[in-house]
């Protein structure tokens, strides 16, 4: 059993930047893999991010790479989401998940654990 709360969305200025973060409690952290997702109305949730169990392994959407980075710090129990460059397009609920796992997962019906989301809006 895994609780996620993320933190860090809010409002931003195109080009800005946000610093997101999932607390974790529960499982032992080091243990499950990690993600950020993203979603809007009307639109299927989309990992943009994903790192392994050990911060060794990462995998990032492909519009995200160079502006976006997931780190963790098995230490804190928590998971970053670097935000550079945002767009307007990047407006989105954004969810922490986890999964019991020794990869890295980008498909949201894998994982078994979900934060509540934080809301990141871009304006232009």
């Known amino acids: 059993q895994v609780q996620l709360v993320e933190s860090g969305g809010g409002l931003v200025q195109a080009g800005g930047s946000l610093r997101l973060s999932c607390s974790a409690s529960?499982?032992?952290?080091?243990?499950?893999?990690m993600a950020w997702f993203r979603q809007v109305p009307g639109k299927e949730r989309e990992a943009v991010a994903a790192?392994?169990?050990?911060?060794?392994?990462?995998w990032y959407l492909d519009s995200m790479k160079g502006r976006f980075t997931i780190s963790r710090d098995n230490a804190k129990n928590t998971v970053y989401l670097q935000m550079n460059s945002l767009k307007p397009e990047d407006t989105a609920v954004y969810y922490c998940?986890?999964?019991?796992?020794?990869?890295?997962?980008?498909?949201?019906?894998?994982?078994?654990?979900w934060g509540q989301g934080t809301q990141v809006t871009v304006s232009s």
């Open positions: 790192i392994d169990r050990s911060g060794g392994a990462t």
């Open positions: 998940a986890a999964k019991v796992g020794e990869g890295v997962y980008a498909r949201a019906s894998t994982y078994d654990y």
């Open positions: 529960g499982r032992t952290f080091s243990t499950v893999a």
